[in-house]
């Protein structure tokens, strides 16, 4: 969360990636650190996980990485309302 929280305040897009057990702790420390990162879930656990079934997780989870990187770039493009 720290480094997602670290690329946003240089103006960098980030997407925090984390398995489905840390929903509430990612929103308590996001809450804590005081911004709403982009975060995508990836079903838990992961720890006894085959590498082919951790390339599957991977690719499930890319779509929605590069949509939320997509959405953040759009954003910073568009202009502010003077």
Do not use: K, W, Y
């Amino acid at each position: 969360m720290h480094d997602i929280a670290d690329l946003e305040s240089r103006q960098i897009p980030g997407v925090g990636v984390a398995s489905s057990e840390f929903i509430d702790a990612a929103a308590a420390q996001s809450r804590t650190l005081g911004f709403d990162p982009a975060m995508v879930f990836v079903p838990h656990p992961i720890q006894n996980r085959t590498d082919a079934e951790m390339c599957t997780l991977a690719d499930e989870a890319l779509g929605d990485i590069l949509r939320l990187l997509r959405n953040q770039r759009d954003a910073a493009e568009e202009p502010e309302d003077t």
